[in-house]
């Protein structure tokens, strides 16, 4: 195999694994802060904004892995 | 680094977005978030004063209405008092002035019964008079003769008494 | 029509030794834009009868500063942190949104023979993401120092008491760089990959198919402002915070 095909494989492998997790995360997230409003609708104005911060932050997984098949791929 | 060159990162540019990105901040900073605070607060410090205004008012008039309905149920008590004295004065004014009355009446009605007596024995002591004359013109014509004067009116009165 | 994909912004021309990218100019037209705005809003800044656009500014500011207050749980803090989130905010939105005008695209400019877009997504240029992230990273340091002394601030990561905790401290470094790497990528990655899946899209059927992601794009592209404000607010937040068991430290001291 040559190198730069290696490469691509290796990026693409990586992206692709690195974002399993966060996007199981965040459907978790997603889910519960769903549920959370339709059990409590009045509380939905505090409830997205910090579901949307909690999923930023699951979300530094695949930007991980973004920056290492980046680093692959171009470094 | 490579990667750094893919990204495209060169600190000439990178210093001319912080200068961007600085002379944003510093015009929003001074252009934007502070004058625009500034009304917000200010309007914000307004409305609850507004409202803290309102408040006070309503207090007020409330306190001002409480006070009027005292005032009222006052003024109404003691036109009460007035009435019930005026009536008191009146009653008594009105006592008096049947007693008065009544007393003036009395001496009228007494006056009066005095006259009719007087008057009264007036005319009776007249119409015996005349009829005492009259009897006696009678008599002398009946009898013919002159009496002695004195006996005349004696008998005449004997009569007359007689008829009374 | 070609596909053409590059993770860095092209140069258009050089100004003496400074190399003009376009990202460059977008970011500096969005400037001036916001700073038009402001202006204006200035000018004509009513204090009672406010128009419909200071009412957009006004309610844009005090909704975002009663969110920083519930963020951060102080006004005094909320006062001084609020700016500066109020500008990443703004400046992060502006650009996001500006890259759905429309024609963008089809103006290029000739340099040497190639191509080169004049119009791109101002945070898909990662130079100017790492900007605002070292802003920010730096900040949440000064604040950090202010708040636990320098030497509390660096006893925080090399800590002799034990090796568990000297481990630790050395994992605290970690974190302190991975919060660089992540709140940059995090932007630039999601705007790249938005510009590059409608590129794509649009390179693959161009009639409607692009669409849904166009509107999975104006979502990322509000979302991604806000988290990044959000963020800078929290990490300040968590900085400026004294720990239960420093203060215990400190009373046995």
């Known amino acids: ?75 | 680094m490579e990667l750094f060159e893919a990204l495209g990162l060169n600190v000439k540019i990178l210093l001319a977005q912080l200068v961007n990105f600085a002379v944003l901040l510093f015009v929003i900073y001074k252009f934007g978030y502070g004058p625009i605070m500034k009304v917000l607060n200010d309007r914000q410090n307004k409305i609850e004063k507004g409202i803290k205004d309102a408040n006070e008012a309503k207090e007020k008039l409330v306190e001002i209405e409480n006070k009027e309905k005292e005032v009222l149920a006052e003024a109404r008590r003691e036109a009460q008092e007035i009435i019930k004295k005026a009536q008191a004065i009146a009653e008594e004014s009105k006592a008096e002035v049947v007693e008065i009355t009544k007393q003036e009446a009395a001496k009228i009605m007494a006056d009066t019964k005095k006259k009719i007596e007087q008057e009264r024995a007036q005319i009776m002591s007249e119409v015996k008079g005349e009829i005492s004359e009259l009897i006696i013109t009678a008599t002398e014509k009946i009898i013919g003769k002159k009496m002695d004067a004195q006996e005349d009116k004696r008998l005449v009165e004997e009569i007359v008494g007689g008829i009374k | 029509m070609e596909l053409n994909i590059s993770l860095a912004p092209d140069i258009l021309f050089y100004i003496g030794s400074l190399p003009v990218t376009n990202t460059l100019i977008g970011s500096f037209v969005i400037s001036v834009v916001i700073i038009a705005a402001m202006l204006l809003v200035k000018k004509r800044l009513k204090k009672d009868t406010p128009g419909k656009f200071q009412n957009l500014v006004e309610f844009l500011m005090s909704g975002s500063y009663d969110f920083v207050v519930s963020i951060i749980g102080s006004e005094k803090k909320a006062k001084k942190i609020f700016p500066l989130a109020f500008t990443l905010f703004i400046f992060i939105l502006v650009a996001n949104l500006a890259t759905f005008i429309p024609g963008q695209a089809a103006v290029t400019f000739n340099r040497e023979g190639e191509s080169v877009a004049i119009f791109r997504a101002v945070m898909a240029d990662y130079g100017m993401v790492f900007v605002m992230t070292m802003i920010t990273v730096i900040l949440v340091q000064i604040v950090a120092i202010a708040v636990h002394g320098p030497f509390g601030y660096m006893g925080k990561f090399f800590n002799f008491k034990s090796p568990l905790s000297f481990f630790l401290g050395l994992m605290d470094i970690v974190g302190e760089l991975a919060k660089i790497v992540s709140l940059s990528f995090r932007l630039f990655g999601n705007i790249f990959a938005g510009e590059v899946l409608g590129s794509v899209m649009l390179f693959l059927a161009p009639f409607f198919v692009p669409l849904p992601f166009l509107f999975l794009g104006l979502l990322s592209a509000v979302v991604q402002a806000f988290v990044f404000a959000v963020l800078t607010v929290v990490f300040v937040k968590l900085a400026s915070e004294i720990e239960e068991e420093e203060l215990v430290e400190e009373a046995s001291m």
């Open chain 1, 1 to 75: 195999m040559e190198l730069e095909a290696a490469k691509m494989l290796g990026a693409g492998i990586a992206i692709g694994l690195g974002a399993i997790g966060p996007g199981i995360g965040e459907g978790i997230a997603a889910s519960k802060a769903l549920e959370a409003i339709g059990r409590n609708p009045e509380a939905s104005g505090k409830i997205v904004p910090l579901m949307f911060v909690s999923m930023a932050i699951a979300e530094s997984t695949a930007i991980y892995a973004l920056v290492i098949s980046l680093i692959i791929l171009f470094g």
